[in-house]
């Protein structure tokens, strides 16, 4: 019996890497898929036909959402490729990519893999370095053909390391695709996660780690507020986050944590075409998420509510026309000491929040301060509370800037002759980004060769990343078999051959019997003939010359 390949080959790359991406919806050309073998030798018979009723209908699509990612250093590393001067042509990659929570659903009906057609993964943890995506172990994989009636779940635990925390994951997928109508079930892949608690970063690795001593030169300790120091290093904020080991399960000390649950669905089907009695192809990413926490266990820790669920739904039905994205984008309000300071919303998708080393101005007018930098305005002093800062110039050093954003919503389409001729319709969109961006003053404090070589951007986080793709041919897709009428059609013309044929080496079949019957009847027509007395063959006798006798008689 043939052996069949390991279902691990047959999760795609692609899964990771739209995640993992930077720009993550691309509407490219091509799906990845299992290349289809060709012969060896030019004179060689291609691979058989399928046997048996086979779908009429096509369709692709993919859907993925991760609960959260960590980017170090984003677009700093050139992309490689295998054709030369390629690579300088595409984004350039992220240091760093760490993603937890994630789950992907993709169907492919043309997918030379039968457990390709349909894939359904759910992820505790993914890694990308330098572009470079390896396959992580703990997942919950379930691939189709053959049809799975139950959908497979279980527990997931993501692998300890210093820069994030994650809480117990229960993951689930649902992989489904019928032998005869093909993508014509119910849902053909369905995968989603949940996680109980998530805290990020307690260190900014990309932030050179030097403290007051290293910063002498071109900082004066007297100029900083009375009772600050930088005893605890610029990677630390300041004394802001934890400033090394493992990130606390609960949060405090980290850059961004959740206490709640936060969960996700990826989700690829087929939907009714109105006026159509064929389908369209419809890919759906689903967030769930409640508390968003910032610089959590510090004075100044902020407090987002996820106050709408974003949603993003792309559905192609083979016509630019009536294809459509549909993104429902998320509203947040961020608080500090309960009080609602900024409103995230599709009219305000961005709001900067400085961070900043308080200098003496602000002891003068405020007093004692607690040893921790000012973040966005807001200083916390030791006898009357936080207090708002009126005017930071000479007053505040900024060291950073935590860049909030939603939504971004980044759509792509094309018109696709392969592998069959349609629509493609793809979108990505993020329920929140945190960013950390350096600014000229800090690049001012730093020695002359670390200050040139600091990147634009520190450290990315994003949570809920969503990216959907729908590829459908023109018409919609057909729901129906090669031997049965597809549904409001005509059955398809001339006889079904459910003999598998190669090219010519079919047309030899009926040869090699008609060559065997005449062969067989020959062998009968000769058995069956009267037999006839042989005769015996002559045999040359050689004569001897004749001698007369010595002594004739009378």
Same mark, same amino acid.
């Not at 691309?26 to 990845?32: G, L, M, S, V």
């Not at 850059?255 to 369209?280: C, E, F, H, I």
């Given at each position: 019996?043939?052996?069949?390949?390991?279902?691990?080959?047959?999760?795609?790359?692609?899964?990771?890497?739209?995640?993992?991406?930077?720009?993550?919806?691309?509407?490219?050309?091509?799906?990845?898929?299992?290349?289809? $073998?060709?012969?060896?030798?030019?004179?060689?018979?291609?691979?058989?036909?399928?046997?048996?009723?086979?779908?009429?209908?096509?369709?692709?699509?993919?859907?993925?959402?991760?609960?959260?990612?960590?980017?170090?250093?984003?677009?700093?590393?050139?992309?490689?490729?295998?054709?030369?001067?390629?690579?300088?042509?595409?984004?350039?990659?992220?240091?760093?990519?760490?993603?937890?929570?994630?789950?992907?659903?993709?169907?492919?009906?043309?997918?030379?893999?039968?457990? %390709?057609?349909?894939?359904?993964?759910?992820?505790?943890?993914?890694?990308?370095?330098?572009?470079?995506?390896?396959?992580?172990?703990?997942?919950?994989?379930?691939?189709?053909?053959?049809?799975?009636?139950?959908?497979?779940?279980?527990?997931?635990?993501?692998?300890?390391?210093?820069?994030?925390?994650?809480?117990?994951?229960?993951?689930?997928?649902?992989?489904?695709?019928?032998?005869?109508?093909?993508?014509?079930?119910?849902?053909?892949?369905?995968?989603?996660?949940?996680? !109980?608690?998530?805290?990020?970063?307690?260190?900014?690795?990309?932030?050179?780690?030097?403290?007051?001593?290293?910063?002498? $030169?071109?900082?004066?300790?007297?100029?900083?507020?009375?009772?600050?120091?930088? #005893?605890?290093?610029?990677?630390?904020?300041?004394?802001?986050?934890?400033?090394?080991?493992?990130?606390?399960?609960?949060?405090?000390?980290?850059?961004?944590?959740?206490?709640? &649950?936060?969960?996700?669905?990826?989700?690829?089907?087929?939907?009714?075409?109105?006026?159509?009695?064929?389908?369209?192809?419809?890919?759906?990413?689903?967030?769930?998420?409640?508390?968003?926490?910032?610089?959590?266990?510090?004075?100044?820790?902020?407090?987002?509510?996820?106050?709408?669920?974003?949603?993003?739904?792309?559905?192609?039905?083979?016509?630019?026309?009536?294809?459509?994205? %549909?993104? &429902?984008?998320?509203?947040?309000?961020?608080?500090?000491?309960?009080?609602?300071?900024?409103?995230?919303?599709?009219?305000?998708?961005?709001?900067?929040?400085?961070?900043?080393?308080?200098?003496?101005?602000?002891?003068?007018?405020?007093?004692?301060?607690?040893?921790?930098?000012?973040?966005?305005?807001?200083?916390?002093?030791? &006898?009357?509370?936080?207090?708002?800062?009126?005017?930071?110039?000479?007053?505040?050093?900024?060291?950073?800037?935590?860049?909030?954003?939603?939504?971004?919503?980044?759509?792509?389409?094309?018109?696709?002759?392969?592998?069959?001729?349609?629509?493609?319709?793809?979108?990505? !969109?993020?329920?929140?980004?945190?960013?950390?961006?350096?600014?000229?003053?800090?690049?001012?404090?730093?020695?002359?060769?670390?200050?040139?070589?600091?990147?634009?951007?520190?450290?990315?986080?994003?949570?809920?990343?969503?990216? !959907?793709?729908?590829? !459908?041919?023109?018409?919609?897709?057909?729901?129906?078999?090669?031997?049965?009428?597809?549904?409001?059609?005509?059955?398809?013309?001339?006889?079904?051959?459910?003999?598998?044929? #190669?090219?010519?080496?079919?047309?030899?079949?009926?040869?090699?019997?008609?060559?065997?019957?005449?062969?067989?009847?020959?062998?009968?027509?000769?058995?069956?003939?009267?037999?006839?007395?042989?005769?015996?063959?002559?045999?040359?006798?050689?004569?001897?010359?004749?001698?007369?006798?010595?002594?004739?008689?009378?």
């Amino acid at each position: 019996m043939r052996r069949r390949l390991p279902r691990s080959v047959a999760l795609p790359a692609a899964a990771a890497l739209v995640l993992f991406s930077a720009v993550p919806a691309y509407a490219d050309p091509t799906y990845p898929t299992t290349p289809i $073998p060709q012969p060896a030798n030019p004179g060689q018979a291609p691979i058989s036909a399928p046997i048996g009723p086979q779908p009429l209908g096509q369709a692709v699509g993919d859907a993925g959402t991760a609960l959260g990612i960590i980017r170090l250093l984003p677009n700093a590393v050139p992309t490689k490729t295998i054709l030369p001067g390629f690579g300088d042509t595409l984004p350039k990659q992220s240091a760093l990519e760490a993603g937890m929570g994630l789950s992907s659903a993709s169907a492919n009906s043309d997918a030379y893999l039968s457990y %390709e057609k349909a894939i359904a993964q759910a992820s505790p943890f993914g890694l990308s370095i330098g572009g470079n995506a390896p396959q992580t172990p703990g997942s919950v994989v379930q691939t189709a053909l053959p049809d799975n009636p139950q959908p497979i779940s279980g527990g997931l635990n993501a692998p300890s390391n210093p820069l994030l925390n994650v809480g117990l994951l229960n993951g689930s997928a649902h992989a489904r695709w019928s032998p005869t109508l093909g993508p014509c079930v119910d849902t053909i892949a369905d995968a989603s996660t949940s996680v !109980a608690s998530l805290s990020l970063l307690n260190v900014i690795p990309s932030m050179p780690n030097l403290g007051l001593d290293a910063l002498k $030169p071109k900082l004066d300790p007297s100029s900083l507020a009375s009772g600050f120091d930088l #005893t605890k290093g610029l990677q630390s904020l300041g004394g802001l986050l934890q400033g090394g080991g493992q990130t606390a399960a609960n949060g405090t000390g980290s850059l961004l944590s959740l206490p709640n &649950t936060l969960s996700s669905r990826s989700q690829v089907k087929l939907v009714d075409v109105p006026g159509s009695k064929n389908k369209a192809v419809q890919s759906t990413s689903t967030l769930q998420a409640a508390d968003i926490e910032i610089l959590k266990g510090t004075p100044l820790a902020l407090s987002l509510k996820v106050a709408s669920q974003p949603t993003l739904k792309v559905t192609s039905t083979g016509d630019a026309k009536t294809s459509k994205v %549909e993104y &429902t984008a998320p509203v947040l309000t961020i608080a500090a000491g309960g009080k609602t300071l900024y409103t995230l919303d599709a009219a305000h998708p961005t709001k900067d929040i400085p961070i900043g080393l308080p200098l003496k101005g602000l002891s003068d007018q405020f007093g004692q301060l607690n040893d921790i930098p000012v973040v966005g305005g807001l200083v916390s002093t030791l &006898t009357n509370g936080i207090q708002q800062v009126g005017d930071t110039a000479g007053t505040v050093l900024d060291l950073g800037v935590l860049r909030l954003s939603i939504a971004g919503l980044d759509q792509k389409s094309a018109n696709m002759t392969t592998p069959f001729k349609g629509f493609q319709l793809g979108a990505s !969109a993020r329920l929140f980004d945190l960013q950390l961006l350096p600014t000229t003053k800090l690049k001012s404090l730093l020695p002359d060769d670390q200050a040139k070589n600091l990147p634009s951007s520190l450290a990315q986080l994003s949570l809920g990343e969503q990216v !959907a793709r729908a590829y !459908a041919p023109t018409g919609g897709v057909v729901c129906g078999s090669t031997s049965t009428p597809p549904a409001g059609g005509q059955a398809p013309k001339g006889p079904v051959k459910n003999l598998a044929y #190669t090219g010519g080496a079919y047309d030899t079949v009926p040869l090699f019997w008609s060559g065997t019957a005449m062969l067989l009847l020959g062998v009968v027509m000769v058995a069956a003939m009267p037999g006839t007395r042989r005769r015996p063959l002559a045999i040359a006798v050689e004569e001897k010359p004749f001698k007369p006798s010595p002594r004739p008689r009378d």
